[in-house]
Every structure is written in C-alpha cells, then in structure tokens.
C-alpha cells in the first residue's frame, strides 16, 4: 500500500532531530573464527561485513532504545515532557511485555507519552515513521518519537555460522512534529507484507506456539532461523519494487533523490538495489562493514550517521528502504 502524496491542506510531519547508540563491543572477523568455521574472506566477500557491536551483559534492548531516544530528543531540543508518542520498533524486546516502549518511557521520564511497540522486523522503523506521522497528523498528538532498537545477540545462534556472522546489536531513533509553515517532510510512505514466506525468517521458539522448555532450549529453538538464499531473493526484488512505486507516487525519479538509505544486511543486496534504482554507488550510503544487520535499529542508525555526517540538507529528498521478517517491507520519502 503506498500511501497518498501531501496535500495542499495536511500539515507536514518533519523530523526534528535524529539519535543512534551502538554498544561498545566491537565483535570481529577475526574473533568469529575462533568461535565457528568461518574466516574474515568468507564473511567479506558474502557479506560486506567486518565487525558488528554488541550489548553488554545487563545491557538490555530497553536502555539502547533510550540512549537512542535521548540523543535525537536532545538534537530536536525537545524535553521528555513534550513527547506524547513513543514507538519502538523491536523484535527482540526486554521481555514478552511489557512493551519496551513502556520500559524507554519511564528511563526518559516521558510519563505523559502512549508508547507502543512495533513486531514489523528489519522494517519497524518505516512502518514506525509512517504510524507516527499518521497519527500526528491525526491532530491528537504533537511529538512523536520513533525508535528501532534490537538486542538481537540474545537470539542468534552463536554455534550457526549460517546466521551468527551477520548481525549485531544497536538502536537509532527520529523526534517527528508536524510544523506549520513549511512544506517537505515525510512525503509517501509504501509498505507490505507477505506471511507466505513468514518460514524463511523467523525465531520458532519462546512464543505461545512453542513455549520455553528445556528441550526446546536445548534443540535451540528459541534462535534465529534463516533461508538465506531465498530471503536474499526476496529482499532484492521487495526492496526495489517498493522504492519503485513510492517514487512513482511522488512523480519523481531516482535523479531528485540525494541519498538513498538502505536497510544494512548485506552489502551484495544493497549494491543489487541500488543497481535496480539505477542509483550511482555514492547515492546509496553504507554502514554494514562496521555493525551488519542491527535489524529494526539499522535504518535509524544510517540514518542518524548519515544526517551527522551532513550527507543532505534542507530541502534535499532522502530514500529510506528496509525489508525483514515477515516477510515485511517498506519504503519512505522524506523532504529533509
Ligand atoms: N563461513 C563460511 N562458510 C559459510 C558461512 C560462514 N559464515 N556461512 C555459510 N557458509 C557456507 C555454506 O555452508 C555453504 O556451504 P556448502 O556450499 O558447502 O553448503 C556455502 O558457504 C555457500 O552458502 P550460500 O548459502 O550459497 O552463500 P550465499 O552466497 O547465499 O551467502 C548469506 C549466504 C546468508 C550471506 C546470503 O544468502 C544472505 O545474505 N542472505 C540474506 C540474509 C539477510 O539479509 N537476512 C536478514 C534479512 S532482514
């Protein structure tokens, strides 16, 4: 579903500030050969990674998501009393529920915010940005403050060389306002999901169909499970055919776009998007050497490096496109 162009009446929802914390551990190559059967070549030449980080012990998903938070809200200049919206895009929350969300509202002191959280995967923070910027415009709230934020280390299986060279630990977060007076902002979102391939990438165990036991545990159900192949497959041409359409609802072409912002999971699927874009290679930005896949947090963490680092201005068109679990995907256009 892509969602309509602003019109001349809707009041733009901006981003007001962006935020990023990546735990300090910086997990290596090097280190992952002495743990499984893998080497530096294989992981470079297939992934495009290096190193990834990884939280801390007694560093939960819940106080990434917070620094996250904190530092856009401090770049937006906005203070934990303003904020009435708190999305946090997440798979690998704290706990079942309490919602994370709930969890980041009490450590910001944010109590007069409804906070939520969002199951959509590597895509949760565009279906967050667009949740978000929905219910602003709604008119019942004025400062919503969009997190990704995943703990995914807790969840891979660090005997699969399969998975466990791919990912890592992060959060990136936006402060969203709607502001009279200027136009831009978020400009078209297109979203979708296909449950038919929900088999291809998932985390069987720990939920209600296969509850914790010991014997899940130890067939270490309660890991991350993936085709890789197949969700390659699916990532390239998702991916692609989403930014395809939400260009195409905006009438504009991959020439008015500045930077392209792809979900980091690979870097031979960036290249293959960005190649399908016809984007030239320095139009599409890349962190994926440095922390893999970060899941809901990756785009949100590109995203606060790339704005930091003064890779667009005012008035330039950005393009966040990410893809995940789900299958889900999703991607928006922004008038920064
Ligand atoms: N080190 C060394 N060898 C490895 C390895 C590792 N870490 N992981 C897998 N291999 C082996 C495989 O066992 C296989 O060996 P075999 O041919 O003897 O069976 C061989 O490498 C090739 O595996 P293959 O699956 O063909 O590799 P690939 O080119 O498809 O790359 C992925 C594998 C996982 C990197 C790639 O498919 C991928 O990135 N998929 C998408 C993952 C993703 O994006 N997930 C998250 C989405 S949000």
Redesign the pocket.
């Known amino acids: 579903m892509t969602s309509p162009p602003p019109s001349k009446s809707s009041v733009p929802v901006v981003i007001l500030g962006t935020g990023r914390y990546n735990p300090a551990y910086v997990l290596t190559n090097a280190e992952l050969e002495r743990r499984v059967d893998?080497?530096d070549d294989?992981?470079t030449t297939?992934?495009g990674i290096k190193e990834r980080r990884i939280a801390a012990a007694g560093e939960h998903n819940s106080d990434l998501a917070t620094k996250a938070a904190a530092a856009a809200m401090e770049q937006a200049k906005v203070k934990a009393s303003e904020v009435d919206l708190i999305i946090c895009g997440t798979v690998t929350g704290d706990m079942p529920f309490p919602a994370t969300s709930c969890l980041v509202q009490e450590n910001l002191g944010a109590h007069h915010a409804t906070a939520f959280d969002l199951g959509a995967?590597?895509t949760g923070f565009i279906y967050g940005l667009e949740i978000g910027k929905q219910l602003l415009q709604g008119g019942g709230y004025k400062t919503a403050v969009v997190i990704g934020s995943e703990r995914i280390s807790s969840v891979v299986d660090w005997t699969d060389?399969?998975t466990c060279?791919?990912f890592g630990d992060g959060a990136g977060a936006a402060v969203l306002r709607q502001r009279e007076g200027r136009g831009g902002g978020i400009l078209v979102t297109d979203t979708g999901s296909d449950g038919r391939f929900a088999h291809i990438?998932n985390q069987p165990g720990g939920g209600t169909r296969t509850p914790i036991t010991a014997e899940n545990v130890h067939d270490r159900l309660a890991t991350l499970k993936?085709s890789?192949?197949e969700?390659?497959r699916q990532?390239v041409g998702t991916m692609s055919t989403s930014c395809h359409k939400a260009m195409k609802r905006l009438g504009i072409t991959i020439d008015d776009i500045t930077l392209v912002i792809p979900?980091q999971?690979?870097i031979r699927?960036i290249e293959a998007v960005g190649e399908k874009l016809k984007a030239p290679p320095e139009k599409v930005f890349k962190n994926v050497d440095r922390y893999g896949?970060s899941g809901a947090a990756t785009v949100p963490m590109a995203l606060d490096e790339a704005h930091r680092e003064g890779r667009f201005k005012r008035g330039d068109k950005i393009l966040l496109v990410a893809?995940?679990a789900g299958l889900t995907w999703g991607c928006t256009i922004i008038e920064w």
């Open positions: 893998t080497s294989w992981i297939r992934t995967a590597c060389r399969n060279v791919l990438l993936m890789g192949k969700v390659f990532a979900h999971a690979n699927i896949n893809f995940g």
